[in-house]
């Protein structure tokens, strides 16, 4: 007879909080520690809602639904929102030039060492500033949260990254040609909309693989899990940048040429810690967006998720500004050595299946 498998204890368990209290203690001082950082530039702190009526308007991320009952049992369907963005923006309009935001941001269909259901999520946004200051930011942050946690290296399964290290900056076309020999923007046309046939043939010339039903979008994310993203921050912290318009929803496209956005991400020891645009404020191109990513939705999932009305009218009177989303508990994983998000969040989500 096969043994049964035995589950672990629970997170909550003496020995086990013994195990975790480190990393806990850690995440603590960081928070502290940022939070001061924040308040010495002059940044506001706010609080947003967690319920929305549009949890965001990506085609692959995932929301977990709910419903507000009135009075007479009437229900308005809500979401819990993927990331306080919208809520953030509609501050930003009303006239606050510098903001943070600590957000519990709930997301589906996700679980695994560096995914969680519930995390936390930190966006700070710059009215009228470029997206190249959150780059600045950035790497003090991520100086910082080390000495914080009383660290030289971030660290994660072996990687090491020196945060005190210039951050390299590369752009996501020379990342393509460099780890996988493809010209990227050879597929993208100067309107922005792509050509899938010439990125599949350079795939299958680099010998990756393409199916028949992989859209542009499909080949684009393909290269970058396989070939570029695991050669990313290992010595120094990476900020890759300028990606392809149709892969940066929310982002205005770069002035020197359309065919890319004011979007870059930021990788540590091959972990994606942060998202970042020169945001878009043009509310007809955002609309548009948001239904071309929601079509998609509904091709690839069978749903959609409601516009913001709301959101989308702020939009319209919002300064020009840069933001950015950086997941926090990552942070602190990198920070501690933790190898597991689990290991860092106070009070883990229980994990039911078998």
Known sequence: MSATRQRPSPWWTPDVHADRRPFLMARNRIQAALRGWFAARDFVEVDTATLQVSPGNEAHLHAFQTAAIGHSGAETPLYLHTSPEFACKKILAAGE?????????YRNRERGPLHHPEFTMLEW?????????????CAEMLALAAEVAGVSML???????????VPERLTVADAFQRHAGIDLLASIHPDGTTDRQHLASAMQAA????????????LFSRVLV??????LGFGRATFLCEYPVAEAALARPAPHDRRVAERFELYACGV????????LTDAAEQRRRFELEMAEKARVYG?????????????????????IALGFDR????????????????APVVETAP
């Open 97 to 105: 030039p510098r903001i943070a935001c600590f957000a519990h941001v």
């Open 155 to 165: 660290t994660y399964r072996g990687a090491v990254c020196d945060p005190r290290q």
């Open 207 to 218: 010998g990756l693989r393409v199916a028949e039903d992989d859209t542009w979008a499909d």
């Open 125 to 137: 946004y710059r009215a009228g500033e470029t997206y190249d200051a959150l780059m600045a930011d």
């Open 272 to 279: 994606e810690l942060a998202n970042a645009f020169g945001e």
């Open 303 to 323: 749903e959609t998720y409601p516009l913001d009305e709301d959101f989308l009218a702020a939009l319209a009177v919002m300064p020009e500004a840069s933001g």
């Open 331 to 346: 942070l602190v994983m990198l920070a501690t050595g933790a190898s597991r998000i689990d290991q860092v969040i106070w």
């Open 226 to 231: 396989e070939k570029v993203e695991p050669d």
